[in-house]
T-cell receptor
Framework: DAGVIQSPRHEVTEMGQEVTLRCKPISGHDYLFWYRQTMMRGLELLIYFNNNVPIDDSGMPEDRFSAKMPNASFSTLKIQPSEPRDSAVYFCASRGTLGLYTDTQYFGPGTRLTVL | AQSVTQPDIHITVSEGASLELRCNYS??????LFWYVQSPGQGLQLLLK??????LVQGIKGFEAEFKRSQSSFNLRKPSVHWSDAAEYFCAVAPGGYSTLTFGKGTMLLVSP
């Protein structure tokens, strides 16, 4: 398996532009998570999905952020409009469910976003 | 809500020396506990996890961790550090039957020759 795939790996954009980050989870995993990592705040959970349905989006910082999961193999995180304080590394992770014991969260390599 | 404290922001260890990274958690019951490692420019990789049973957990790359309920701790250890272990280490906690992880702020490990 190729693991969790994220694209792009790096994104540089100007303030006010729309940014779309993409994630392909591991096949067969039914949970998908979006995290943001910054020096100041560490790793923060933004939103997670179970079976393509958003379960908890309380970590999404503002209405400028939105996430979708149209099918089991694809998710997007969109920022519109972007601001310099959105600069961070964004990670996608996925996880399966093994009966009574839940599986490990596997992380993608991340997208480093810089908003100028 | 659960929380995780990693009291050491940076640790420097000589190559070949032993290592212990500290992790304390706050949670009402026994949580699920994890250690992840992040190399520069990479995503997080799971080192080991504790769900139940034996409180001494073995992981990959020669790491182990011990769950101590009385101290609310889950410290990571390695008997002999290699230069390739230089990375940032994250402790994480989740409630039983977990859905989400709460991460500590991380400890950066530097390995000196």
């Amino acid at each position: 398996d190729a693991g969790v795939i994220q694209s792009p790996r790096h994104e540089v954009t100007e303030m006010g532009q729309e940014v779309t980050l993409r994630c392909k989870p591991i096949s067969g995993h039914d949970y998908l998570f979006w995290y943001r990592q910054t020096m100041m705040r560490g790793l923060e959970l933004l939103i997670y999905f179970n079976n393509n349905v958003p379960i908890d989006d309380s970590g999404m910082p503002e209405d400028r952020f939105s996430a979708k999961m149209p099918n089991a193999s694809f998710s997007t995180l969109k920022i519109q409009p972007s601001e310099p304080r959105d600069s961070a590394v964004y990670f996608c992770a996925s996880r399966g469910t093994l009966g009574l014991y839940t599986d490990t969260q596997y992380f993608g390599p991340g997208t480093r976003l810089t908003v100028l | 809500a659960q929380s995780v404290t990693q009291p050491d922001i940076h640790i420097t260890v000589s190559e070949g020396a032993s290592l212990e990274l500290r992790c304390n958690y706050s949670y009402g019951a026994t949580p699920y506990l994890f250690w992840y490692v992040q190399s520069p420019g990479q995503g997080l990789q799971l080192l080991l996890k504790y769900f139940s049973g034996d409180t001494l957990v073995q992981g990959i790359k020669g790491f182990e961790a011990e769950f101590k309920r009385s101290q609310s701790s889950f410290n990571l250890r390695k008997p002999s550090v290699h230069w390739s272990d230089a990375a940032e280490y994250f402790c994480a906690v989740a409630p039983g039957g977990y859905s989400t992880l709460t991460f500590g702020k991380g400890t950066m490990l530097l390995v000196s020759p």
